[in-house]
């Protein structure tokens, strides 16, 4: 059973910078995607950045100010936010699948302030 843990979030004012990461407790080698969701107040959650197959793909809201990347040797995904804004407040999920299944970290709250 892999499991996917969450770290780096915190309080913030605006405009400025955290990285999150999500350590896996397997080999992130054999997942065929990962991701970061978020999950604003009241708000659906939805999909922030994700990695497949070495190509990544962005939220508009978030293209030019965050970064997803990961470390195979370290088995971690990173998420590098800079230039941050208070509607990017949330809870922030590590997201990953193998196969047909999709494995989730208990996520990581982010709190901007203006």
């Known amino acids: 059973q892999v499991q996917l843990v969450e770290s780096g979030g915190g309080l913030v004012q605006a405009g400025g910078s955290l990285r999150l990461s999500c350590a896996a407790s397997?080999?992130?080698?054999?997942?065929?995607?990962l991701g970061w969701y978020r999950q604003a107040p009241g708000k659906q959650r939805e999909l922030v950045a994700g990695i497949v197959r070495g190509s990544t793909n962005y939220a508009d809201s978030v293209k030019g100010r965050f970064t997803i990347s990961r470390d195979n040797a370290k088995n971690t995904v990173y998420l590098q936010m800079t230039s941050l804004k208070p509607e990017d407040t949330g809870v922030y999920y590590c997201?990953?699948?193998?196969?047909?299944?999709?494995?989730w970290g208990q996520g990581t709250q982010v709190t901007v302030s203006s």
């Open positions: 397997g080999s992130i080698f054999s997942f065929n995607s």
């Open positions: 997201n990953g699948r193998v196969g047909v299944t999709i494995y």
